[in-house]
């Protein structure tokens, strides 16, 4: 029996709401915290609880369906994309800015069917943020439709990125040399501790253009589709097509701003994990 979207997208989307509630009545809260690969790579119950909810939740309705989930997968798991419905969940994108209470973390959730993205959806419910997109039929954020900025002058771009949850040596020293020759070059260059949510903000057309290296499937597989669905691109940061298991990723507002990102880049390729 082929799949139905739209009861597919109800469904879901009333468990991210769910979970969603959880999220923002534990933010301001005391959190028991651990840490994974490193003192800045943290994980709380929360995120183990809402990726679980939603997997359940998930499975209950559709038995045959996979997951990529990022507590799952740091827990051993491999990370594997197949031609099967699979749903790419992170539980709480912005796990330190929840640790801290700083009020930008998200459920980041796409489903894709024979590899290609059919559904996204990015909630912060902590400032009630909801972006949400399906294939083929828009962006929007809490039911109104969104569209990428247009820009395509580099020098007038707003950008967003990350430092990451590594801290190695080579990994650093590229962060650092990018973020040096970006604010001398374009309007100015944001962070909001969650690269869904920064993804949100150039389909919104908050930001220009995005770029990360060292994130993971479950960071950016909603956010790609919710900025080509608002009218942007997204690609490899060397220029070649989005591969969301390489672990890197660059989205703009048009293709030429992002061939200008390109040209201005030094390029930083992770290893399948750090």
């Not at 980041?108 to 009630?128: D, H």
């Not at 820009?151 to 020293?173: H, I, P, Y």
């Not at 990723?249 to 992002?258: D, I, K, N, Y």
Request: aromatic share 6%.
């Amino acid at each position: 029996m082929a799949l139905n979207l739209d009861e597919c997208y109800e469904h879901v989307l009333g468990l991210v709401e769910t979970a969603g509630s959880l999220i923002a009545s534990r933010n301001s809260q005391r959190k028991r915290v651990v840490e994974k690969s490193s003192n800045i790579d943290l994980l709380t119950e929360t995120d183990q609880q809402v990726e679980r909810m939603l997997m359940e939740g998930i499975t209950a309705n559709y038995p045959d369906h996979k997951f990529i989930g990022e507590e799952e997968t740091s827990e051993g798991k491999k990370a594997e994309l197949t031609d099967a419905p699979t749903w790419i969940i992170d539980p709480v994108d912005g796990t330190m800015n929840f640790v801290h209470s700083f009020p930008h973390s998200c459920i980041s959730i796409a489903l894709l069917v024979e590899k290609v993205a059919e559904i996204a959806i990015i909630y912060n419910p902590i400032v009630g943020q909801k972006f949400t997109a399906r294939r083929g039929k828009g962006a929007f954020l809490n039911g109104n439709p969104i569209r990428v900025s247009g820009e395509t002058v580099f020098e007038r771009a707003l950008a967003t990125t990350e430092f990451g949850t590594s801290r190695e040596e080579e990994k650093t020293r590229v962060v650092l040399e990018n973020i040096g020759k970006l604010v001398r070059q374009i309007h100015g260059l944001r962070s909001l501790g969650s690269a869904a949510l920064n993804m949100a903000m150039v389909a919104l057309g908050g930001a220009d253009f995005n770029y990360e290296f060292g994130i993971h499937a479950w960071d950016i597989a909603a956010g790609d589709l919710l900025v080509r669905e608002a009218g942007g691109v997204c690609l490899d940061p060397a220029g070649g097509p989005l591969d969301l298991m390489s672990r890197r990723v660059l989205c703009a507002s048009t293709q030429e701003l992002a061939d200008k990102v390109v040209l201005a880049l030094t390029q930083f390729y992770p290893e399948p994990r750090d």
